[in-house]
């Protein structure tokens, strides 16, 4: 199960931090991801950590202003959302994928996935 919090309404070039707790699962075995979807839109993702040694992947519309972090002895994953910008409104959904599924290029396919949060950014 992958529980994810954290959402809201923030100003362009705000901040938020989604969290994602994660049971049922080995986590360290894991590898967590974001992804996030405007309705009428695909879903895309946005990151993935291999919770094991920390190594990363970012979109390129949002490396450099998102940071995905783990708390291995708390299940949990974070999504560090700097200078925010409105087309960054979506709903976003934590995932998770066995830690052989992680690549430099991003992690797939998915096993797991959380509910949504919604993040929305406006003035």
């Known amino acids: 199960q992958l529980q994810a919090s954290g959402g809201g309404l923030v100003q362009p070039g705000g901040s938020l931090r989604l969290s994602c707790v994660a049971s049922?699962?080995?986590?360290?075995?894991?590898?967590l991801a974001w992804f996030r979807r405007v309705p009428g839109k695909e879903r895309e993702p946005v990151s993935c950590?291999?919770?094991?040694?920390?190594?990363?992947y970012h979109s390129s519309s949002v490396k450099g202003r998102f940071t995905t972090s783990s708390v291995n002895a708390r299940n949990t994953v974070y999504l560090q959302m700097n200078s925010l910008k409105p087309e960054d409104t979506a709903i976003y959904y934590c995932?998770?994928?066995?830690?052989?599924?992680?690549?430099?290029?991003?992690?797939?396919?998915?096993?797991?996935w959380g509910q949504g949060t919604q993040v929305t950014v406006s003035s």
């Open positions: 995932a998770a994928t066995p830690i052989i599924n992680f690549a430099s290029y991003g992690c797939s396919p998915i096993h797991y």
């Open positions: 049922g699962f080995t986590f360290k075995n894991y590898a």
């Open positions: 950590i291999s919770v094991i040694d920390g190594t990363t």
